[in-house]
């Protein structure tokens, strides 16, 4: 992770609000952290803001979880 940067963590970035609100934060030049609860259907979604030339970075989140969030914590503080 880029320390210099703001940083967003977006859930439910697969689709809807939250893949619309990961390809607006990037292009301002914000380090976006694309979640979503099922890692298949979030890699592809990300792909293609990848294609699109925006540089999001993949980590999974459920929010139901505990553990999960802490992860994502992890990997943000990283
Ligand atoms: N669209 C609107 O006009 C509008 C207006 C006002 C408010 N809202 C609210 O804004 C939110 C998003 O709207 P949307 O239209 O983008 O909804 P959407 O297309 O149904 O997308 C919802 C997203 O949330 C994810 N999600 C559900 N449970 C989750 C969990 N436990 N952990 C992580 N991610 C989870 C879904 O993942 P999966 O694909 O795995 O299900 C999906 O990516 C909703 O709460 C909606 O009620 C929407």
Redesign the pocket.
């Known amino acids: 992770m880029n320390a210099s940067k703001k940083v967003a963590a977006v859930?439910?970035?697969?689709?809807?609000?939250?893949?619309e609100t990961c390809r607006q934060l990037a292009r301002l030049g914000i380090q976006v952290v694309f979640?979503?609860?099922?890692p298949s259907?979030g890699q592809a979604a990300a792909g293609k803001l990848h294609e699109e030339g925006l540089p999001v970075v993949y980590h999974p989140?459920?929010?139901?979880r505990f553990e999960s969030i802490e992860h994502l914590a992890q990997f943000v503080r990283c």
């Open positions: 859930t439910g970035a697969n689709r809807g609000l939250g893949f979640t979503s609860r099922d259907k989140l459920d929010v139901t």
